[in-house]
């Protein structure tokens, strides 16, 4: 079991950079599109498709670890008392998970609305705000006291 957890967690350290980066490219896409009273673009759809698909690969492997692999998890469950007092496994039991379920939802729904908009800014001003928030809640709920990449 250790050995998988050792290459779900790697792989869910890489991908945080990468919804990281897409979140801010697909905010900066829509909020200078909202700003610049532009039109919606192939570019704009691309942003806020790779973002919401990073963000659904990650939460997978976020839910890999939460469920079958992280030894965390498992002791916070084992004890929901303890987990609760213990800053670090409340964090990983019931905050870290929440946050990011709200930031994939937040990014679902930013895709979904400025898809169904006209034309127009009013796309990019839906997309702004919530891949703006959905990009906020992920800075919010990542562990920035862990190592910033695990390569193993």
């Not at 908009?117 to 891949?131: E, S, T, V, Y």
Request: proline letters at 3%.
């Amino acid at each position: 079991m250790k050995p998988m957890y050792t290459l779900v967690l790697t792989l869910h350290s890489i991908v945080r950079w990468v919804v990281i980066l897409l979140g801010v490219w697909a905010a900066a896409q829509a909020f200078l599109g909202w700003l610049g009273r532009r039109e919606w673009t192939r570019r704009d759809e691309r942003s806020g498709l790779l973002f919401t698909v990073s963000m659904d690969v990650q939460i997978l492997l976020g839910l890999i670890l939460y469920i079958f692999l992280s030894p965390l998890t498992r002791a916070a469950f084992r004890n929901l008392g303890e987990a609760m007092s213990s800053a670090d496994l409340r964090f990983f039991a019931f905050d870290h998970i929440f946050m990011m379920l709200v930031a994939l939802g937040l990014a679902h729904v930013g895709r979904a609305l400025s898809r169904r908009a006209a034309a127009g800014p009013g796309r990019h001003r839906r997309a702004a705000i919530f891949f703006g928030l959905a990009t906020l809640c992920v800075l919010f709920a990542i562990p920035w006291s862990r190592p910033w990449l695990r390569l193993g």
